[in-house]
């Protein structure tokens, strides 16, 4: 079965300090994979998103993320970390059958530290 | 333009009531999901509608219902409300069948 795991429930960083939020999946073939990001109260925003082709993506507000298909792995970077980005993130893989829909990991919460 | 749109933002039920939560897609948009969110988890699917039909149903009960219009929006209707069906309900919508999604603010549900 399709899964996503998230192993870091929260993540504390200090402002200006590089960030990485760790996201692996498990998927048959190849994944269409997704981070979003979630304030508190609020909807889901799509940060970035890898279909096919280059395996490191760039997305808003300065994220970027790197597909490792030999790892499984779909991990979410930032260089530097500013105080408007805490917030919920949550990776997704896209299932594709009959129906689209998207498997969450059950989401990071990064703080970050003045 | 107007990205996807839900209501009501906010509302209180009791147990046992009924509610209808609506969506507006993206303009152009012809897939609509909708997903629940309980507190400190993921979001989990429930329904996607597509071109008007059920495509996709997740491991609800039966007391969840959709449905799209012919303009693509769409409403959920949850029957028999329990305590455990608080949660954040999101739509999100997209272009096709196989492309990235798009969220609305969500809808907070809260069953007393």
């Known amino acids: 079965a399709q899964s996503v795991t998230q192993p870091d429930i929260h993540i504390t960083v200090s402002e200006g300090a590089s960030l990485e939020l760790r996201c692996n999946y498990s998927?048959?073939?190849?994944?269409?994979l997704f981070w979003y990001v979630q304030s508190p109260g609020q909807g889901l925003q799509l940060l970035l998103k890898y279909f096919s082709g280059d395996t490191l993506v760039q997305g808003i507000k300065g994220f970027e993320a790197e597909f490792k298909r030999s790892q499984s792995s779909f991990n979410l970077r930032k260089p530097s970390v500013h105080w408007s980005d805490a917030a919920e993130y949550f990776c997704?893989?896209?299932?594709?059958?009959?129906?689209?829909?998207?498997?969450f990991g059950s989401g990071t919460r990064l703080l970050v530290r003045p | 333009d107007a990205g996807v749109t839900q209501s009501p933002t906010h509302l209180i039920k009791t147990r046992g009531q009924h509610v209808t939560l609506r969506c507006s897609p993206i303009?152009?948009?012809?897939?609509v999901s909708w997903y629940q969110q309980v507190l400190g988890q993921g979001p989990q699917f429930i329904f996607q509608y597509y071109e008007k039909e059920e495509r996709g149903r997740g491991n609800f009960p039966d007391r969840f219902s959709a449905r799209q219009f012919p303009n693509y929006s769409s409403e959920l209707n949850v029957n028999a409300l329990l305590l455990g069906d608080s949660a954040l309900y999101l739509c999100?919508?997209?272009?096709?069948?196989?492309?990235?999604?798009?969220f609305g603010q969500g809808t907070r549900l809260t069953v007393v």
């Open positions: 997704a893989v896209a299932r594709m059958d009959s129906s689209y829909k998207l498997i």
């Open positions: 999100a919508s997209t272009q096709g069948t196989n492309t990235e999604a798009f």
């Open positions: 303009s152009g948009h012809k897939s």
């Open positions: 998927y048959g073939a190849t994944p269409y």
